[in-house]
T-cell receptor, first 114, second 116 residues
Framework: AQSVTQLDSQVPVFEEAPVELRCNYSSSVSVYLFWYVQYPNQGLQLLLKYLSGSTLVKGINGFEAEFNKSQTSFHLRKPSVHISDTAEYFCAVSERSNDYKLSFGAGTTVTVRA | KAGVTQTPRYLIKTRGQQVTLSCSPISGHRSVSWYQQTPGQGLQFLFEYFSETQRNKGNFPGRFSGRQFSNSRSEMNVSTLELGDSALYLC???????????????FGPGTRLTVL
């Protein structure tokens, strides 16, 4: 069965500083990996996804993530954050063999301060 | 293309009542999944419907049920509400490419249910 661990529940960061959100997964088969963002009082918005190919994936709003199969990780990064990046970020995994059912991590709250 | 829509956005109910939430998927998407989000349990999968049939089900009691209509719109019903049912209920839709599922689910804004 697939599972996801987000290693940080809260990440405070200053505006224009870089941020990294850590995500590890476990699965016995090949997986697809996703990062979603949830702004206050809103639903989930897809930031980026890894399906296959290049291990460095670029998403919206300047975010990127790197898939590392040997370390079963999919960390999310942004080189310079803005106040508007304050949100909760969810890492998710799905397996093609499991009809792409999504399993989510517990979420990481990013708070950007001026 | 319009996104996933959910109605209502906010609901307040009392214990013992029942509630029905609605979700309209992206045009052309035939699969609708429902999730419950709470601070304590995070995002938990409730069930998925495709072509009016429940395909997958999470680990929730029978008080939680759903259905899907021929136009792919879906409703979720919770009977005999409990305080612990207070949550954000999210629905997500996805489509197919030929006979294969596409890999990405698209989420609606959610319905915030408060049980008093």
């Amino acid at each position: 069965a697939q599972s996801v661990t987000q290693l940080d529940s809260q990440v405070p960061v200053f505006e224009e500083a870089p941020v990294e959100l850590r995500c590890n997964y476990s699965s016995s088969v090949s997986v697809y990996l996703f990062w979603y963002v949830q702004y206050p009082n809103q639903g989930l918005q897809l930031l980026l996804k890894y399906l296959s190919g290049s291990t460095l994936v670029k998403g919206i709003n300047g975010f990127e993530a790197e898939f590392n199969k040997s370390q079963t990780s999919f960390h999310l990064r942004k080189p310079s954050v803005h106040i508007s990046d304050t949100a909760e970020y969810f890492c998710a995994v799905s397996e093609r063999s499991n009809d792409y059912k999504l399993s989510f991590g517990a979420g990481t709250t990013v708070t950007v301060r001026a | 293309k319009a996104g996933v829509t959910q109605t209502p956005r906010y609901l307040i109910k009392t214990r013992g009542q029942q509630v029905t939430l609605s979700c309209s998927p992206i045009s052309g998407h035939r699969s609708v999944s429902w999730y419950q989000q709470t601070p304590g349990q995070g995002l938990q999968f409730l069930f998925e419907y495709f072509s009016e049939t429940q395909r997958n089900k999470g680990n929730f009691p029978g008080r939680f049920s759903g259905r899907q209509f021929s136009n792919s719109r879906s409703e979720m019903n919770v009977s005999t509400l409990e305080l612990g049912d207070s949550a954000l209920y999210l629905c997500a839709s996805r489509g197919m490419a030929g006979d294969e599922w596409t890999d990405t689910q698209y989420f609606g804004p959610g319905t915030r249910l408060t049980v008093l």
